[in-house]
């Protein structure tokens, strides 16, 4: 098994509105979801569990 980088590696993601500006960026920490806002990189940031994280991400598909 791959280990992420201990970098994370920042992404926007898919579910973002990029015509707006309104992007949520999410990273792979090892032990959770990293999420924050793209405009401000360096500031506050969560981290989620992976199973939290699939959660949101399958209620979002139904929306």
């Known amino acids: 098994?791959?280990?992420?980088?201990?970098?994370?590696?920042?992404?926007k993601s898919?579910?973002?509105n990029g015509a707006?500006?309104?992007?949520?960026e999410v990273a792979d920490l090892?032990?959770?979801v990293g999420v924050r806002d793209s405009k401000r990189p360096r500031g506050p940031r969560i981290?989620?569990?992976h199973s939290a994280w699939?959660?949101?991400?399958a209620?979002?598909?139904t929306q």
């Open 1 to 11: 098994m791959k280990l992420p980088p201990t970098v994370p590696q920042w992404r």
């Open 14 to 16: 898919s579910y973002s």
């Open 20 to 24: 707006g500006g309104e992007c949520v």
């Open 30 to 32: 090892r032990t959770a």
């Open 47 to 49: 981290a989620v569990r």
């Open 54 to 57: 699939a959660g949101f991400v």
């Open 59 to 61: 209620f979002l598909r």
